[in-house]
């Protein structure tokens, strides 16, 4: 009996590890949007076209005690197409108010279904090991970019 045991242990576990290869390589996952994105950065358009509000900021600890800020806001698209890209900058200050650290990151990605007029969107952007002559404010958040 031990004898049949071994294989037929051997032969289940292949059966598994293939099945949750196949499943995972057959998923639906992001799918990246093969169709160009036409882009603007001027800032007069970037205004009517965006609205950003909520913006706040949490803290938190990773597992090795390291402080996290997590800074939060909600973009709303204002023009009159549909939106599929949206970065912000955030520039974090000192206490003179003088830039001090900039970031880039996108609010809302091209692989998501795009953003339609009137429509809201919240993003969350995780920072780790700010600059220690970091003013702990909220960072000011523009938007630098959209894409339709």
């Known amino acids: 009996m031990g004898e049949r045991r071994l294989p037929l ?29 036409t882009e603007i950065t001027d800032k007069a358009s970037l205004q009517a076209q965006t609205e950003l509000t909520h913006i706040s900021i949490a ?4 597992y090795f005690g390291n402080k996290i800020r997590v ?11 549909p939106l599929r890209l949206i970065q912000v900058k955030m520039t974090f200050t000192d206490f003179d108010g003088k830039p001090i650290q900039e ?4 609010a809302y990605d ?4 795009p953003l339609d007029p009137g429509a809201q969107h919240r ?4 920072f780790e090991n700010l ?6 404010r909220i960072p000011i958040v523009e938007v630098v970019k959209t894409g339709y």
């Open 9 to 37: 242990i051997i032969g289940i576990t292949v059966i598994i590890f293939v099945g949750i290869i196949l499943a995972w390589a057959f998923s639906p996952g992001k799918r990246t949007v093969s169709a160009k994105l």
């Open 59 to 62: 803290t938190g600890e990773n």
């Open 71 to 81: 800074i939060s806001a909600v973009v709303k698209n204002t023009s009159d197409k």
């Open 103 to 106: 970031s880039i990151q996108r």
């Open 110 to 113: 091209n692989t998501l279904k």
């Open 123 to 126: 993003f969350e952007v995780s």
């Open 131 to 136: 600059a220690k002559n970091w003013n702990y």
